[in-house]
């Protein structure tokens, strides 16, 4: 294949089959939540961590990890705390986020162009040293979200209940956004911090139009996951495109495929003769 | 005082208070071992604020709870308790199966590896709300009543001591609620402590051994269901089954005696 004659392609694709995995693991806590969008409001919050690292001169990917996972436990605790569905500490999440990246890249001086490498990601410029780091840290979220499957279903599911059940639901609770803050950082360097939640979410909502249960979901959010991933990084290279746009795209184009197949089969089944 | 050894759940002196008003004040309620507990009363009475207290789900601002003699704050053993809400919050984005949701229900029980037993308790509970036929269907597939009969398996799939339900017949039909008093009593046999919240007791009637009456979130009335001698609870239960006596009560708003007039627990003479 031409594709892997390239180093950089190979790390790309590795990138974007580490991305595939997790992002989906991760959300499909938050759309059995209800809470889709907590993985866009972190993607926009993590754009004030990447701005925070340029300006103290250190690296981008630990700030934005620090700083998006503060945001999303204030987040989760104003959740929990109050009665609301924390959508309007979400709304601040999101204004705040993106107003105090452009803010402080501002003064730290930095040129568009790396604001738009990680509004978009840049996929192609992976280099080997990074592919450790989100390497170790998708090993990480993967430990958590497939380890903990059956506990975060639960309180994902009923929270009353998982409290009675004597889980420790809040701690589960912070260990969910945090990952997903994770999650999020390691995501942003393939798809982008706007195109982030598309590949947390669109797998998940993609598989659960054929599937029963919630670990048949899960197992078939992860292959979605890592097939769009990996087709659009490597379609991506063939047709000249952005590759996290081309992976968000494909992601959507299956999310339809799978909407028509289910509405077919319901068809089927309606005029089918008992 | 008298001994805690067999106090399953205890409310001292207890006040909830959500906003301003209290929800539930200076209420007294100790359950011992093996009793059958039927809290009634009217809408917004307090019913299940006293058993969101008495489970630590919200706490009293004044007073004491306490479960299996241990204040709430140093309990740990909640595999001793099953608990079935009177509603499920937000629905699930992802889908669920019935057993996926049952199986909640035993990570109560805190060792990792128990898959037989897991299985075999799954499977016992759904028999005995009559939904092991739906095993792998989707829960959101399911009728308003067939998804309570789920949340109550979940409960019963922990194998708890003590088992709290609120209304867990609401919106259940007749047939099944005789299959859940039947499967109740088995447990009950085993020496289960029960708190229900009811506002029609229905078929479940001959099980309870003492009723509680919430009026304004005070304690209106606690002692006998009216029109049963204590005594041979499961020899009432089966002929009351038998009978296919399941004439819905009007729901109990009101103090529950009416002296003078020999009438059943529900005021009908
Ligand atoms: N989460 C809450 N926030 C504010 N007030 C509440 C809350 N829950 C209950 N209340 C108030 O507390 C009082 C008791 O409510 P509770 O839910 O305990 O009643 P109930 O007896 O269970 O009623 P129902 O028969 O309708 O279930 C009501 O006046 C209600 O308005
Ligand atoms: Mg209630």
Redesign the interface.
Known sequence: MEILQYDFMVRALIAALLVGLTAPAVG?YL????M?LMGDGIGHIALTGVAAGFFFNTSPVWTAVIVAALGGIIVELIRSSTRTSGDVALAMLFYGGIAGGVLLMGLADTSNVNLMSYLFGSLLTTSAEDLWVIGGLAMAVLAVTLGGR??L??I????????????PVRFLNLLLVVTAAVTVTVAMRVVGLLLVSALMVVP?AAA?QL?????A?LALALTIGVLVSVGGAGGSFYLDTAPGATIVVTAIAVFLITGSLAAFAKAVRRWTPQ | MESRQDEIVALDHARVTYERQPAIDDVNISIRRGEVVALLGANGSGKTTVIRSSLGLVDVDHGEARLFGTPLKRFHQWQRVGYVPQRLGAGSGVPATVTEVVASGRLTRKKLFNGRADRKAIAEALDAVGLADRAREPVSTLSGGQQQRVLIARALAGEPELLVLDEPTVGVDAASQQALAAALLDRIRTGITMLLVTHEMGVLAPLITRTITMHDGHVAYDGAPHGFEPGDLAGRADAHCERGDLEQPPPIDEHPHAPGVTANMWGEK
């Open positions: 499909i759309v059995q939540r209800r889709a059956k506990m279903f639960a994902c599911h009923d929270e009353e209940y998982a409290k009675v059940a004597g889980l998940v659960s599937t029963r249960g919630f670990m979901t």
